[in-house]
């Protein structure tokens, strides 16, 4: 049985690692929602970029935590539920986007784990009698939605790019 207390201790000098493992990831996640949305598959494209928002919160966790400890050789303690928790890394990861000036609200889709399930998965409707997928986040000017989230998350690709190669730069 899994302790829901359980923590990872996480070696302080290993953030920018994690930046260069979540900036791999959240753009892999972008290159693949890129290549669905070119295909049609938007509500896929949605899904995943949000899997990406994810990557840049996990992140942000992780740095915060170990802003907080001030010491650059110390161990930090990560919950494992936090760092699993996608509701808080998609807060975070929107949180740091907009400190970077990147708004991600302005796409105008809720950016949720949520979001994500409906958009790609089969359920089944009671009342229809009918499996279907819930598009309903797209369905006004899917379109342009869709190139304005695509459009913000490669900015934030590109912020987060300089950082990781700043953080490089730096450990040298």
């Known amino acids: 049985m899994k302790s829901r207390n359980k923590v990872y ?3 302080v000098n290993r953030i920018p690692q994690s930046l260069t493992e979540c900036f791999r990831s959240a753009l892999n996640f972008w290159q693949s929602g890129s290549y669905v949305a070119e295909k049609g598959g938007l509500h896929h494209a949605v899904g995943l970029w949000i899997l990406g928002i994810e990557e840049f919160g996990k992140y942000a966790l992780l ?9 650059s050789q110390g161990l930090m303690e990560i919950r ?4 699993k928790n996608h509701v808080l890394k998609s807060k975070k990861g929107q949180a ?3 400190k970077w000036g990147i708004d991600l609200s302005a796409v105008d889709i809720p950016l949720t784990e949520k ?3 409906a958009l790609w998965y089969v359920k089944w409707d009671e009342s229809t009698q009918e499996f279907k997928r819930d598009f309903s986040t797209l369905e006004r000017g899917a379109m342009l939605k869709v190139d304005s989230f695509k459009e913000l998350m490669r900015l934030a690709i590109v912020k987060m790019q300089q950082l990781e190669q700043a ?3 730096s450990v040298q």
């Open 9 to 11: 201790p996480i070696p």
């Open 115 to 117: 979001t994500r399930e």
């Open 167 to 169: 953080s490089r730069i």
């Open 96 to 98: 740091l986007l907009k």
């Open 63 to 71: 740095k915060e935590t170990a802003d907080r400890l001030g010491n």
């Open 80 to 83: 494992e539920r936090d760092f």
